[in-house]
C-alpha cells in the first residue's frame, strides 16, 4: 500500500501545480488514491473536481488555470485582452474568454464572460499567455483586441475601440499598416478602424 502511495506521489508531481481529476486519472492516480492522498494532506480540493498540489506554490491567476483546463482553446478577448495590454483603464467584472463557434461553452467557477468567435478567423492574432512553467492560456494580441473592440462596438462602446486605439498608437513600433492589414479578415471593423485611424494620424 505504502508503495503505491508513493507511485500515486510521484505521478502527482508531473502534473502542473493545480491539475484536474481527469487530468490526475489521465496521469495514472486512481480515484481512491487521490481521495487519499486529498484526506492525507498532500494535495487540496479547491474546487469542483479540481486540485492543487499542496506544497506548491498557488499560481497567481488561479482563475485563468480553471478556464484552460475545462476550454483549452480558450482564448482571453476584449476588455480582458486590452487590460492585460494596458490598453484599457477598465476592470473587468468577468473574464472575457472566446472560443470557437460551435464549440462547448464549459460550467466554470470563475466569472466568465464567453464569446463565440468564428472558426476561420479564430488564431488570427491570437498568442499564448504563460500561467505556469508548464500551462499556458490563449491571448489575443493589442492588434486583434483592438480590431475585436471595432468589430464589437455595439456590445462594448466605440468609446472603448478608439480609447484603445489611442494608447496603441502611442507606442513605439504600434504600425497602423500592420493593424489595418489584420482588419481584412475582419471586414464589419474595418471601416469604422480606418475611419478612425484618419481621424487619430
Not at 13 to 28: I, N, S
Not at 40 to 49: C, N, V
Amino acid at each position: 500500500m505504502k508503495g503505491n502511495r508513493g507511485q500515486a506521489r510521484a505521478r502527482l508531481q508531473e502534473l502542473p501545480p493545480v491539475f484536474t481529476y481527469r487530468m490526475a486519472t489521465e496521469a495514472g492516480v486512481a480515484k481512491s488514491t487521490l481521495y487519499r492522498l486529498r484526506d492525507q494532506g498532500f494535495i487540496e480540493a479547491i474546487g469542483r473536481g479540481r486540485f492543487r498540489i499542496a506544497d506548491a506554490d498557488l499560481p497567481a491567476d488561479l482563475e485563468l488555470h480553471e478556464i484552460v483546463q475545462r476550454a483549452p482553446q480558450a482564448t482571453i478577448c476584449l476588455v480582458s485582452a486590452l487590460s492585460r495590454h494596458d490598453l484599457t483603464d477598465q476592470i473587468p467584472p468577468v473574464i472575457d474568454m472566446a472560443v470557437p463557434r460551435g464549440h462547448r461553452r464549459p460550467v466554470t467557477e470563475s466569472p466568465v464572460a464567453w464569446h463565440s468567435f468564428d472558426p476561420a478567423t479564430f488564431t488570427v492574432g491570437r498568442t499564448e499567455l504563460q500561467l505556469d512553467e508548464a500551462t499556458t492560456i490563449g491571448l489575443y494580441g493589442p492588434e486583434r483586441s483592438i480590431i475585436d473592440a471595432f468589430r464589437l462596438r455595439h456590445l462594448e462602446g466605440h468609446e472603448l475601440a478608439v480609447e484603445a486605439l489611442k494608447r496603441w498608437l502611442r507606442r513605439p513600433g504600434s504600425s497602423p499598416a500592420a493593424i489595418l492589414a489584420m482588419s481584412r479578415d475582419f471586414p464589419n471593423a474595418r471601416p469604422a478602424l480606418q475611419n478612425a485611424l484618419e481621424i487619430l494620424l
